[in-house]
């Protein structure tokens, strides 16, 4: 392995590295496989005596106030949560990565149009903009707010793969493969996208914790996923009035998501170090 490669690899594998992927796996499996080892999520067991109990050796996490066992509703938020990010960072991460690829290697008028288009859209915040559209229509399925979360959040991506492609275009193996007769878009897709992978990567990382916040703050407004279906900041919303006599109901969601956050800002940083030239 050559010292550039040794850097990078120095650079992942550091402890912080190891403990946020290590985390992040934890969580996916915990989404993928804890609801068919736990009880069901939206099953009560009993509204007398079973509702707002301390977590016991029977529900590690407790009950809620409809005796719904709150593991379960965490875990089964652990998948909505995860999928809505992965979805909507997706999403996101394609919509920039065209735009920006066919501003920066076309250039002239395109790239001034494409662009002056993306500062008028990061000119307004997206909560404001999602809480404009969101307010308005009484249920939004959880499919719309996913198309929602990515069509608001790829703007930011736009421009890192514009400054790639800026740099890339001026390099010897571009220029190489125009001198070759190259058509745009194989030199597009399979030279300048290719080598845009890692700041690419990076920033859908680091989006998925950004986007999982996001869609906890609007589902604790009400304006998310909507119940029945668990989702953590529904389930802190839901744990408003409970917080002296169960406070374990908003604690165990608000910790979940702490931790996911973490690690998928853990992995970002440790991708951005590795990925860094400047480390080699």
Known sequence: MTDAGGARGRGWWTPRGRAGAALLLFFVILALAGPSLLPDPFRQFGLLDEAR????????????????????????????????????????????????????????????????????????????????????????????LILLIGTTGWFTTSRLVRAEVLRLREEAFVRAAEALGASRRRIMFRHLLVNTAGPLLVAATLGVGDVILLEAGLSFLGLGVQPPTPSWGGMILDARPLLEVAPWVGIFPGIAITLTVLATNLVGDALRDALDPRGA
Do not use: K
């Open 53 to 144: 109990q301390p977590p016991s050796a029977e529900h590690p996490f407790g009950t809620d106030d409809l005796s719904r066992d709150v593991l379960s509703r965490v875990v089964s938020g652990a998948r909505v949560s995860l999928a809505v990010a992965a979805l909507a960072v997706t999403l996101s991460v394609t919509l920039g990565a065209g735009v920006g690829l066919v501003a920066g290697y076309w250039g002239g008028a395109v790239d001034a149009l494409l662009m002056r288009f993306v500062d008028g859209a990061l000119a307004v915040p997206r909560l404001f903009l999602l809480l404009l559209v969101l307010a308005v229509p009484r249920h939004v399925p959880l499919t719309a």
